[in-house]
T-cell receptor
């Protein structure tokens, strides 16, 4: 299957700062990438769908001006959490999809202090 | 809107037991269904994928079945081991380029 990496694997930032998370598809041309968020003891919730070369599609309740997504190439999508607050602390996971299967990155744990 | 439910939410069993995890979904027009394993603080490991035309898939001690018409899937784990302790997530996909819809998972503890 496709190999997906995320960087960083964990990050701690101060409230009010911005954090960028990278999602790379190492061996799969991903026209679409998905960003999920997982709060403690909860399941994964889709935040947005990242489309290469065009604007991302956000799920209801997700602020597009706060969670900036850029999908500039077929192998890289970035999620920037702007003006982070403690309630943004979560586990962020990206995936790339084929017709047959979804492949997930290892996740990024964000802690906002 | 597709909704996925997993029962039970948590399960604790002694080592060696066979066990069944349940997953149900509201929209039976799925393309495929996947079972994942997630260890605490880690990403997802894909365990089994069942396409809509299939009834079951097996990998080692794991067997997943799919009854698409009734909107149900089960994950059977034989001869459970402490290393099987993790959260098991069920997810369905309705078309090829749409995201997975996840259940909330079953947290499994296998006691030695």
């Amino acid at each position: 299957g496709a190999v997906v990496s995320q960087h960083p694997s964990w990050v701690i930032c101060k409230s009010g700062t911005s954090v960028k998370i990278e999602c790379r598809s190492l061996d799969f041309q991903a026209t679409t990438m998905f960003w999920y968020r997982q709060f403690p003891k909860q399941s994964l919730m889709l935040m947005a769908t990242s489309n290469e070369g065009s604007k991302a599609t956000y799920e209801q309740g997700v602020e597009k001006d706060k969670f900036l997504i850029n999908h500039a190439s077929l192998t890289l999508s970035t999620l920037t959490v702007t003006s982070a607050h403690p309630e943004d602390s979560s586990f962020y996971i990206c995936s790339v999809g084929s017709v047959y299967e979804q492949y997930f990155g290892p996740g990024t744990r964000l802690t906002v202090t | 809107k597709q909704e996925v439910t997993q029962i039970p939410a948590a399960l604790s069993v002694p080592e060696g037991e066979n066990l069944v995890l349940n997953c149900s979904f509201t929209d039976s027009a799925i393309y495929n269904l996947q079972w994942f394993r997630q260890d605490p603080g880690k990403g997802l490991t894909s365990l089994l994928l069942i396409q809509s035309s299939q009834r079951e898939q097996t990998s080692g001690r794991l067997n997943a079945s799919l009854d698409k018409s009734s909107g149900r899937s089960t994950l059977y784990i034989a001869a459970s081991q402490p290393g099987d302790s993790a959260t098991y997530l069920c997810a369905v996909i309705n078309s090829g380029n749409t995201p997975l819809v996840f259940g909330k998972g079953t947290r499994l503890s296998v006691i030695a």
